[in-house]
């Protein structure tokens, strides 16, 4: 019998075809092993097939200040010394940062028309802060009013630099207004990349006209970032509570700058903070809901200091 040359290439084709069929398939256990990378059991999602998996870290950063009763910050404790709860149950500290590292800051300072006869006043501190920097410190100075204004184009560390930059502020017209809680949201996000140390200070009289951000977007977000925030107020404006609440949840500091030697001292108070900070990392035990908030508490084994921390965080 003749086959047709055309007939015998499709036999061969379907040959081939039949005998891939037969090959083994993996067992349901090892198909399902292949899938589940390390990252995806860690991150304790059920994902199916064809899902892409993104992992977020869910380390949580705490700076931590420790005061003995003359005022003196404690430098010298190990991460043995520390112990750290959420919502009353005990962390593994996995990551610990001894004092003197390097930090990065934005300085956010409020030039409104309101603030014109502190704008001298402002200056000298500001530049009297930078002067206490090392050279792995970094700074970024903006100032606002109805418009926010960098005065560098990123963070630097060279003192005759900034100050040159802190010279160039200037009031705003009074019919612009206070975009403050904007100001507050810009620094938040100019310093959310970073990953050493960071912090922001804040001097202003507190008062917000007109913006995109509010009061309660801007103290979630401060909240949920691991960003120290300072807050110099002067005059004396109602908006106080505002002030505190945004230090109090990052773990930083509230002022009140009254005059222009309190004025300075509180900015060399904060360097010096800044400078003597441990900071704490750990990775819950049980991971948080979006949105949900935890309770934070550090303890120092040494008697007689005071330990100043954030008190909670907002899983993001």
């Known amino acids: 019998m003749k086959i047709h040359r055309n007939s015998l290439f499709l036999l061969v084709i379907f040959a081939a075809l039949a005998h891939g069929q037969q090959a083994p398939r993996p067992s349901r256990q090892s198909a399902s092993n292949e899938r589940q990378s390390p990252a995806t059991v860690q991150s304790g999602e059920e994902v199916g097939e064809g899902e892409v998996v993104h992992i977020t870290a869910s380390l949580v950063s705490v700076p931590v200040s420790v005061i003995d009763r003359q005022g003196k910050y404690v430098v010298d404790l190990q991460q043995k010394d520390f112990r750290i709860y959420e919502d009353g149950v005990e962390q593994l500290i996995t990551h610990f940062s001894n004092v003197d590292q390097r930090f990065s800051v934005v300085l956010l300072l409020d030039t409104s028309g309101s603030t014109a006869s502190f704008l001298g006043q402002m200056k000298g501190a500001a530049k ?33 630099l900034l100050s040159a930059a802190i010279d160039q502020m200037s009031s705003g017209p009074i019919d612009m207004g206070t975009r403050l809680y904007d100001a507050v949201d810009f620094a938040l996000n100019v310093l959310k990349p970073v990953s050493e140390r960071k912090a922001v200070i804040l001097f202003t009289d507190g008062e917000n006209t007109w913006g995109k951000a509010t009061m309660k ?5 401060a909240e949920e970032s691991d960003t120290v925030i300072y807050t110099l107020q002067y005059g004396n404006s109602h908006a106080q509570k505002y002030l505190q609440q945004l230090a109090e949840k990052t773990g930083g500091r509230y002022f009140m700058a009254a005059d222009a030697n309190t004025i300075t001292r509180s900015f060399a108070q904060v360097a010096e903070e800044l400078r003597r900070q441990y900071v704490l990392g750990y990775h819950p035990n049980e991971l948080a809901q979006r949105g949900q908030e935890r309770k934070i508490r550090v303890k120092v084994h040494r008697e007689r200091v005071a330990v100043r921390a954030r008190r909670s965080y907002t899983y993001n």
């Open 128 to 160: 009297s802060f930078v002067e206490q920097l090392r050279p792995v410190d970094t700074v970024q100075p903006v100032y606002f009013h109805g418009e926010i204004k960098p005065l560098t184009t990123k963070s630097i560390s060279d003192p005759n």
């Open 217 to 221: 977007s801007t103290l979630h977000d």
